[in-house]
């Protein structure tokens, strides 16, 4: 069971390529922005090739009758492109197939044909304004959920790690009376009240527990807190015996709430070592430890990581997900001068970067060329790292990781092989 489920983890550069890709989909609409004539079809793994043609077929005649002329001939128009292409297979790939196809807002006819990286379980199609992909945005939710319980004799926090967000659920507080410190007849009964107080409260927490975590299919549970209070609820029989089989282990913290989820996820790195969390936080404790120690090994911003690239010093690129640009190449025209390669995110940065290319040129006298050499700064920067060896790896734009690589290394950075 755990080996099915690592096989059907998406890798980094999967994620990164069916994220942009949805981007691009969900940008999409009918030419006039509201007809439904873009056409979605999900076929599942198994699915008989007759079966998939059948419903192209039957779906065709029943286009026939659409009554607006503008919109049957459309609807007809993606419905014959995905009719033809059909031919070609043989049979549904083990994941299935998706296929996208519509007169979009270009005005243009648009086909995408997709083997999904894990399987398709239903089968859909759908005819609206804009193309279905809740399908896609499924399969990148992150597969990783950690349940956190930390507790007091009197105050407990609920909290989830969801891939690389932490999420403080609920706030727990009870009243445990202080243990009875006077001697005579009644100290027994304060004692039995009191331990009953303590156990109603830890009843209480796993019944709360139990409620988030059922629903939330987590992959593991980590129990911690300050005193005693952890141990005894993992004596315990009031966690559902499903989620107390998913128990991870036990930390020691010093705090509840946002600050106890954040220093439990650290106390148990080992236990939840392969998590996405803790690979993106290694990462960057990492460069944050050379950028301090040996910042001559560290380089970021699109200028200092692509000259690493060209020069093979690049060891490992970590590159935000929410990175976004073009980059351009400038040169000065039958000028014996190195051409300067810039990212720019927007008009505004690439009109600032022809003015500072014009200025440049001048003192040689020479016009200035400006070109665009890739529409996506991120796939560039892969080919590069694909051709010297270097490895990439993706910092998610949730949580707090990711917020801080974005400040700190503005969302692209390389830890170098040599100086």
Known sequence: MVEEEKSEKLKDSQRFELKRLVEELDKKTAIDGHSTTLVSLIIPPGTPMSEVT?????????????????????VQAALASIQSRLKYWKEIPENGLIIYAGITQEGKLEYYEIIPPKPVRIKRYLCDSKFDTSILKEMLEEEEKYGIILLERDEATIGLLDGTRIELIKNISGYVPPKHSKGGQSARRFERLIEGAYR????????????????????????????????DFMESEYLDYRLKKKVLGKVTTQYLGEAGLREALYEAKELIKESKFIREKELLDELMGLSATSPELVAYGFQEVNKALDEGKAEKILIHEKLRGYVIRILCENVNVDPLELMVTSDFERKKAEERANKICSKYGSPAKVEVISE????????KAKRTGAKVEFISSEGEIGEMFLNAFKGLAAILRYR
Do not use: C, H, M, W
Not at 54 to 65: N, S
Not at 376 to 383: A, G, K, N, Q
């Open 54 to 74: 059948e419903l192209i077929r039957q779906e065709l005649a029943t286009a026939a009758r659409i009554k607006s002329r503008t919109t049957r001939k459309n």
């Open 200 to 231: 109603e409260f830890l009843k209480r927490v796993a019944e709360e527990a139990n409620r988030i975590f059922l629903d939330l299919n987590v992959k593991g549970i980590i129990i911690g807190g300050p005193g005693f209070a952890k141990d």
């Open 376 to 383: 996506d700064v991120v796939r560039y920067l892969l080919e």
